[in-house]
């Protein structure tokens, strides 16, 4: 995924736009490497990327650092299908803080970027997939809770296929809609022989009405979810 300000709006995302991807990598040791040759293809490399399903173990992260990034992974030493990762362009000095957060129900990483007189926050999470849904439900609202940022983006694999008409699916998005977040699309981001699922999701509230959000998937089979 991309999501970028609106360039042609100078007040839209001082001093200028952002862009971003994200990918369920599953995992870095086994598909990095293919993940950065397909970010060259890109006419610019995005100054952040956000990745879920690491499985990362803490005392290996400094063997996948990406040139020019700075790397920030939060790794779950206790079950290694999980982790989160996030890589910020060295050029992109005006990051203030980056905190490492852990719930019983999904891994995540909270950055809050400043960019001349905008802040936003990026907040990027992984849901165990084995983890009563109604345990995350909780720790969620907790989360955004903590989150008095205007500028909010929070993404991730949430592993809930908001394609289908379910308590579940209604839930989440009430709870989504109640801290003023919108989903940026509605679209399957993995895709299998039998299903089309969208479990992979950008939520996001922006104060600057001018600010104009856009999005591209792409399917470079990383793995069996899109970027």
């Not at 990034?69 to 992109?92: E, K, P, R, W």
């Not at 950055?111 to 905008?118: A, F, I, K, N, T």
């Amino acid at each position: 995924f991309q999501a970028s300000c609106d360039p042609s709006s100078p007040s839209s995302c001082e001093p200028g736009s952002l862009s971003f991807v994200l990918q369920n990598i599953r995992s870095i040791r086994r598909n990095l490497d293919h993940f950065i040759l397909h970010l060259h293809s890109f006419k610019a490399l995005p100054p952040l990327i956000f990745l879920s399903e690491t499985w990362l173990y803490s005392e290996e992260i400094k063997h996948f650092d990406i040139n020019n990034y700075t790397a920030f992974h939060n790794c779950n030493d206790h079950y290694s299908a999980g982790g989160v990762s996030v890589y910020i362009q060295d050029s992109l000095v005006s990051f203030s803080t980056t905190t490492f957060l852990k719930y019983n129900s999904f891994d995540c990483l909270r950055v809050d970027l400043s960019m001349g007189s905008v802040c936003v926050t990026f907040i990027c999470g992984y849901r165990f997939h084995f983890v009563n849904v109604n345990d995350f439900f909780s720790d969620f609202i907790g989360l955004l809770n903590l989150c008095n940022s205007p500028n909010l983006v929070v993404l991730g694999d949430f592993n809930i296929d908001i394609l289908v008409n379910t308590n579940i699916v209604a839930n989440y998005k009430n709870i989504v809609c109640s801290f003023g977040l919108q989903i940026l699309y509605d679209l399957p981001t993995r895709i299998t022989d039998n299903s089309k699922t969208c479990l992979d999701h950008v939520l996001y509230r922006i104060v600057n009405s001018n600010v104009a959000p856009e999005f591209e998937i792409r399917d470079y089979h990383i793995t069996d979810h899109t970027l």
